[in-house]
């Protein structure tokens, strides 16, 4: 069975050597090279052609989120793996959004890592327990703070503007113009409004906007 084939990515000689301690104890893998900041770890993994990188956050030079981008995007059968000391959700998203499969503590236990590196190369994503313990809790927080603010509350001001115009019986197409935004943005806070209120049809949405003295009834009279 051929090794996972892993790459070192930390500006901390002795961690470095560490984790190469760690991993070469693993019957199915192995270290083929090292890399001390960002711009190195590109130029590297695109020589050695590695199954993972084990990404630090924060070397020096080119950063370990525009690194791991331009890896994914040179030879993206490469998995990323952020391991860091950084316990921080904006890290987190951020090293997703450029493409990593998993984020790991540097404190966690080494099997956390271990496991972590076979999972990814299965095709999964991996997430330290303490990272997706936070992330649950502030899921559960965000949910308790929109139940308790009322629903029109929770829109921007411009999907307030995009609500009241539509009830007036403006097209999108008219609300992009006024507005000077795209359609694609205008159906955009459409769409997200009426998530947001639980709104399914137009008609529902000017009888909202008339509870809520958004819109006035037309004087007929």
Do not use: W
Request: charged fraction near 30%; include cysteine.
């Amino acid at each position: 069975m051929a090794k996972i084939r892993i790459m070192l990515a930390d500006d901390h000689t002795l961690f470095r050597q560490g984790i190469r301690t760690l991993i070469s104890s693993e019957p199915d893998m192995e270290v083929i090279g090292e890399a001390s900041n960002g711009g190195d770890a590109v130029e590297k993994a695109g020589e050695l052609r590695p199954d993972v990188v084990l990404m630090d956050i924060g070397m020096p030079g080119l950063s370990s989120f525009e690194a791991t981008r331009q890896i994914k995007k040179n030879r993206p059968e490469t998995k990323v793996l952020f391991l860091t000391m950084y316990d921080d959700e904006d890290y987190l998203v951020e090293g997703m959004e450029v493409g990593a499969s998993g984020y790991v503590l540097k404190d966690s236990p080494a099997q956390q890592l271990v496991a972590a590196v076979r999972d990814i190369c299965r095709g999964g994503s991996y997430l330290s327990p303490r990272m997706l313990s936070q992330l649950v809790d502030d899921f559960r927080s965000r949910i308790k703070s929109a139940n308790r603010l009322p629903r029109f509350a929770t829109l921007t001001t411009r999907e307030r503007e995009v609500l009241k115009m539509l009830a007036e019986g403006n097209s999108v197409k008219e609300i992009a113009c006024d507005l000077n935004l795209s359609v694609k943005t205008v159906e955009a806070h459409k769409f997200n409004l009426m998530r947001k209120l639980d709104i399914h049809n137009k008609a529902q949405l000017v009888q909202y906007a008339i509870q809520k003295k958004i819109i006035k009834i037309p004087n007929l009279a």
